[in-house]
């Protein structure tokens, strides 16, 4: 059986020109064993929501999935399927991709996130058990990594968080095959990885991967373990390829037809390419058997279950009818005391409301509880064998938190919010990509947005990481002006069910600058908050602390006869979504002036030609916030002064018209 595993593996990627044979061939019998006598899944029914969860963190190696999906006789994974492995369409895509095809949990491939991603599918699993019981929700989270994935550093935070928490239902099992891309592991690590794991709490054992029983039995040991497993699994990389097993030439590149054929003779499979004999597809189909028989006995106890109607609400994730209202007496409330808050403090705010109205909102920080405002009634924090918690201490580790959370997404059951400063999302990125790319709804809390964080200076005020975060495709990237705003931001993001969210917020106070809450103006991702008296001269755009600026600038421009509009535009990609006619009629025709505490890149899509921007050249300094925006000239006097330039007759000889020499570094 694991021998159909290898052929086929090694036949779609020499079909394909392209792929990672070593991997599965060398992961075949272990994976064999946790596929055909422990894994619950049903190929009939892969989103049964108490299936176990297959994590293959060594994505290069997708054949090895993709072949057992065949095998095991999943709908979606005939053998054309195989037989086009990488082509364009196909669901069997280079690395797994969530979403592709059914079973693949989550996307793999960038070594060390799907460890990282099983964790929150592993604390997800405990949380709803702790919720609904050991009838309905009563898995397990297994995954496959290899020494990539152990050398990132995201394992680190990974193991120690789900040693930590002691997440007993994770089984890891570890390719430990020796080899890496460059040649040996010996050139670039000597770790022993098993006192690591041990020191983190974890359970540990060794096999010869290549020993079915050796795997079977410490699979059963882990199954009795309340703590974490690692299963170190000695393999050779391509076992079965005459000459090129055990090294790196086998990691990623096709065979090549004689080694295949000498493979063939080696491992005694007389049969041609992609072909299964009828005995081993039957073998491998029956084992499905067993899961099968699960899921309908848990069926029958769904059924049966006075708790069915919220079980299955909580899978769908669907808000409820309350919701909405409850949101909107906020921002009524809100309006009528026009507070004078930070954004996080509004944030706080509008989560006293969501998480009161919503039973499957899970927060966390990465150690900034109380900077980040992201614990609320009535959450209590999940512990060490307490999953009934709704808040997670995910500890200094924002990578692991954003991998968790993309793992609480997928596993479902609940809403996953977590916050740290937005200049440590660059720590978080890799995990906020795959948030996007696997369209979760996860929602991240940056607080401290700008130079307006002030006196922690430049190393933690954020400048490129608008830019950057905008820059990533199906993210939303919220920067609210007010309380109104931020709660509005919040009701985006938790009815975006398939983006995820950035909410970047200010340390420092900010005035409610909306006073009306007809509808959710931040839906539109830009708005006319202020219109100009009469046609535009000017049109002042501006996101977060800045739209504060703005108003003051128009309020100046106005009183000398400059007509100025203010847009706010707490959303780009929402605003980007909208109609031409929508955003021509924002935006304008009146020259733009951008202004944001943060780098340019980016702006000039919305400021056109004629335009100016107001914000960050360079790095920000440390000092008090005023004295910073003063420095650095983003205020009301530097947008005023850029207005009446822009609106100069453009007849004037350039000496003329270049701006005073305070100003040059602006404009
Ligand atoms: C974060 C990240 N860095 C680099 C790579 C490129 N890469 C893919 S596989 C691989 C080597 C992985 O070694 P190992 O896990 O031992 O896999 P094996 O060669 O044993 O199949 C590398 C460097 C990647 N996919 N992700
Ligand atoms: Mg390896």
Request: glycine content about 10%; charged content about 20%.
């Amino acid at each position: 059986m694991a021998n159909a595993v290898r052929f086929l593996a090694m036949d779609a990627v020499e079909a394909a020109k392209s792929g990672h044979p070593g991997m599965p061939m060398g992961m075949a019998d272990a994976a064999a064993v946790l596929f055909a006598r422990h894994l619950n899944i049903d190929p009939l029914d892969p989103q049964w929501p108490d299936r176990d969860r297959f994590v293959l963190s060594a994505g290069h190696g997708s054949m090895l999935q993709y072949a057992l999906h065949y095998l095991l006789g999943y709908a979606d994974m005939p053998l054309e399927a195989l037989q086009r492995f990488r082509q364009l369409g196909s669901p069997t895509a280079g690395h797994p991709e969530h979403g592709h095809c059914a079973g693949i949990e989550t996307t793999t491939g960038p070594l060390g996130q799907g460890l990282a991603t099983a964790v929150g599918m592993a604390l997800a699993e405990r949380m709803l058990n702790a919720r609904f019981g050991d009838d309905l929700v009563n898995h397990r989270t297994y995954v496959i990594a290899g020494d990539g994935c152990l050398m990132e550093g995201l394992s680190q935070e990974a193991i120690d968080l789900a040693g930590h928490l002691g997440l007993g239902r994770l089984v890891v099992l570890w390719d430990n095959n020796g080899i890496s891309i460059d040649g040996s592991t010996g050139l670039s690590t000597s770790t022993c990885q098993l006192d690591r794991f041990s020191a983190s709490g974890w359970a540990v054992t060794e096999t010869d991967g290549h020993a079915p029983d050796e795997v079977d039995a410490a699979l059963e040991a882990a199954k009795q373990s309340s703590r974490p497993s690692l299963i170190a699994c000695r393999t050779i990389i391509g076992f079965g390829a005459p000459t090129k097993a055990g090294t790196e030439s086998v990691h990623g590149a096709p065979l090549g037809a004689a080694e295949i054929e000498s493979a063939r003779k080696k491992l005694d499979w007389p049969y041609p390419p992609f072909v299964i004999p009828a005995d081993i597809l039957a073998a491998w189909r029956g084992t499905t058997e067993r899961a099968a028989k699960a899921r309908r006995l848990w069926s029958q106890r769904l059924a049966a279950s006075d708790r069915k109607g919220a079980f299955e609400r909580a899978c769908r994730g669907e808000l409820p009818e309350h919701f909405g209202p409850r949101m909107r007496d906020l921002k009524e409330h809100l309006i009528a005391r026009a507070p004078r808050i930070a954004t996080r403090k509004a944030s706080e705010t509008a989560l006293q409301t969501i998480n009161a109205a919503l039973d499957n909102t899970v927060g966390g920080s990465a150690d900034l509880t109380h900077s980040n405002l992201t614990l609320t009634k009535p959450l209590t924090p999940v512990a060490p064998g307490r999953f009934d918690g709704r808040y997670l201490h995910y500890g200094i580790r924002e990578h692991a938190m954003a991998a968790a959370m993309n793992g609480i997404a997928l596993h479902g059951g609940f809403i996953p919010y977590g916050g740290t400063f937005l200049v440590f999302s660059d720590y978080a990125r890799g995990a906020i990509r795959l948030s996007a790319l696997m369209r979760q709804r996860v929602i991240y809390v940056l607080t401290h947005d700008s130079i307006g964080l002030g006196e922690d200076g430049p190393t933690h005020q954020p400048v490129e990481h608008l830019a950057a975060l905008r820059a990533i495709p199906n993210l939303n990237v919220f920067r609210p002006a007010d309380a109104v705003e931020t709660a509005e931001c919040w009701e985006l993001a938790l009815g975006s069910p398939s983006s995820p969210s950035v909410l970047c917020l200010s340390r420092q106070n900010l005035p409610t600058v909306r006073s009306e809450v007809l509808e959710n103006r931040s839906a539109r991702g830009a708005y006319v908050l202020e219109e100009a008296d009469g046609s535009r001269d000017v049109t002042l755009l501006a996101t977060g602390s800045e739209v504060e600026i703005a108003l003051a600038a128009a309020g100046v421009l106005s009183a000398s006869g400059i007509r100025a509009a203010v847009v706010s535009m707490p959303c780009w990609e929402r605003f980007e979504a909208e109609s031409a006619d929508y955003r021509a009629a924002v935006l304008g025709t009146a020259p733009r002036i951008g202004i944001e505490a943060a780098a340019r890149f980016g702006w000039d899509r919305w400021i056109g030609d004629g335009g100016a921007f107001i914000g960050m050249q360079g790095f920000g300094a440390s000092g008090p916030a005023p004295e910073l925006y003063r420095h650095f000239q983003i205020t009301s006097e530097a947008v005023v002064a850029v207005a009446v330039r822009l609106l100069e007759p453009r007849s004037k000889s350039p000496t003329e018209t270049s701006p005073p020499r305070s100003l040059s570094r602006i404009v």
